[in-house]
């Protein structure tokens, strides 16, 4: 109906070529315009002047020879100021773009390791822009942003990497145990140190303990009995512990057996030494 009345409607977002007996007159802006045909004039086609998304995938081979797959992702969209290039010196912008990508993608990627690929990959989006720009500009189009979104290496570089990662990690992960057993060890030794010295001073303080009471037991036994010795009355604590020890081990029920020299003369033996350790032991504190 409206080509009947010679009116056209342009969407918003879009742009009209407006031509006159098939040559460029004007870019018609969104809206209702007048186009008599009989005049000659009509509508070349129309423009969107959206922005639009490519994503172009290119196969390309590193510096140490590991085949990738560069997924690129270009924004771009047509200049209303540039409508008429837009449409007349492209056939197939899509097509155009891509090919750019993959002259920038190819000539980039081969310098780099794979490492470094996947490091730099926006130095390599910024060259695929800055190229775009320079070419697609004299065609009417303006490239909005370049973006690599995936890098994608051989399956079988992946799983290498992988184990690689994986490798290291668990070395990592044996050196830290390494060093926590290590400091537990450590610290066991100096545990076990410090109970044996504090066993010691332990042992050391009932002996002098019992040396002690040993000397008090006699001092008062010769005091409140006249006319015994000290060597009398060593003599009987002795012979009193002796006994007492003979009786804990007949009773105790996890003892096994002992051998022992038993008689007058064993009794006057233990006494004897024991009554010498004392005396080198008085002696020793008195110096």
């Known amino acids: 109906m409206g080509n009947l009345f010679c009116c056209i409607q342009v969407d918003q977002s879009t742009v009209a070529i407006k031509e006159t007996f098939g040559k460029f007159e004007d870019v018609l802006e969104p809206g209702c ?3 008599p045909w009989c005049l000659g004039q009509q509508v070349a086609g129309h423009l969107s002047l959206r922005l639009q998304q490519l994503d172009v995938r290119c196969e390309t081979k590193t510096k140490d020879n590991v085949f990738v797959n560069v997924v690129a992702s270009i924004q771009y969209r047509a200049l209303a100021n540039k409508a008429n290039d837009a449409f007349y010196k492209l056939s197939n912008t899509r097509s155009q773009i891509q090919a750019y990508v993959f002259d920038v993608i190819r000539a980039s ?3 780099l390791l794979l490492d470094d690929v996947f490091e730099q990959k926006n130095e390599i989006a910024k060259a695929v822009e800055e190229e775009l720009e320079k070419a697609m500009s004299a065609y009417g189009f303006e490239i909005v942003q370049t973006l690599i979104v995936d890098i994608e290496p051989d399956e079988h570089v ?6 690689i990662n994986a490798a290291a990690r668990m070395r990592l992960a044996a050196n830290e145990k390494a060093e926590a057993e290590k400091i537990l060890q ?3 030794a100096e545990g076990e140190a410090e109970a044996k010295y504090l066993s010691g001073l332990g042992i050391a303080r009932q002996r002098q303990a019992i040396v002690d009471g040993l000397r008090d037991s006699v001092l008062g036994f010769s005091v409140n009995v006249p006319g015994t010795t000290a060597k009398d009355v060593m003599d009987m ?9 003979m009786k804990e081990i007949g009773a105790s029920s996890k003892s096994s057996a002992v051998f022992i020299p038993h008689g007058p003369g064993a009794v006057r033996d233990v006494a004897t030494q024991i009554r010498d350790g004392l005396l080198q ?3 020793a504190e008195q110096s």
């Open 33 to 35: 315009h007048f186009l």
């Open 109 to 111: 990627v081969p310098k």
């Open 158 to 163: 992946k799983r290498a990497m992988n184990e």
């Open 186 to 188: 450590i610290k066991r």
């Open 237 to 245: 604590v002795l012979v009193t512990q002796y006994f007492d020890t």
């Open 281 to 283: 032991g008085s002696f």
